[in-house]
């Protein structure tokens, strides 16, 4: 969990979008988020003019067990929780192109920015690839093991707060939700693989 002021203005939270260019600190900041699998869960204004600070009290609960008597375990797919479609060699990609970003950040030079762009792009066609072949193996084996598509909404379900429909609507009823599901499931592009 990360908490604090990040002072963003330029990010649209509802679309995940950046109204800057890609050398602006929000922008890095967004793609922080998205390469380490990150929600962000407060969507309105936290400024406030009452009381003796400018910002309203964000409250949540996390429920957590602790297991003080293990060892610590090193984890090779990084030190987040990653997700079932990421292997190790998307972790991999991941990482290089986090270290590109870095490296171009410290020199500034136009080398280095081509450099993380490539890598930046292979990425994000690695992840987009990496995710629609899970979602297809899911598709494929749901036909005769329902329990794997169960597992797969249930982690859908987890990790994000909601389900859009092809308009961007959010699908708050159980059979809209199913519904978008179903459509996902059966669309063309899943099936033929693009």
Not at 126 to 148: D, L, M, N, P
């Amino acid at each position: 969990m990360i908490l604090g002021d990040f002072n963003f203005p330029e990010i649209d939270w509802s679309t995940w979008t950046v109204y800057r260019n890609e050398t602006h600190p929000a922008f890095s900041f967004v793609e922080y988020l998205r390469d380490n699998f990150l929600n962000q869960h407060v969507q309105g204004v936290t400024s406030s003019k009452l009381g003796a600070s400018d910002h309203i009290s964000i409250i949540c609960e996390i429920p957590c067990v602790v297991n003080k008597d293990r060892e610590p375990s090193v984890i090779l797919r990084g030190d987040v929780k990653t997700p079932k479609w990421m292997d190790l060699l998307l972790c991999k990609k991941v990482k290089k192109k986090y270290h590109a970003w870095k490296r171009y950040t410290y020199s500034r030079s136009y080398r280095d920015y081509q450099s993380y762009c490539k890598k930046r792009n292979s990425t994000t066609k690695a992840i987009r690839f990496s995710k629609k072949k899970y979602q297809k193996g899911v598709a494929e084996s749901s036909k005769t093991h329902q329990k794997s598509f169960w597992s797969f909404v249930k982690g859908e379900t987890k990790s994000r707060s909601d389900l859009r429909d092809k308009n961007g609507n959010i699908a708050t009823e159980i059979k809209d939700k199913a519904n978008i599901l179903n459509d996902f499931f059966a669309s063309d592009s899943l099936q033929e693989g693009g």
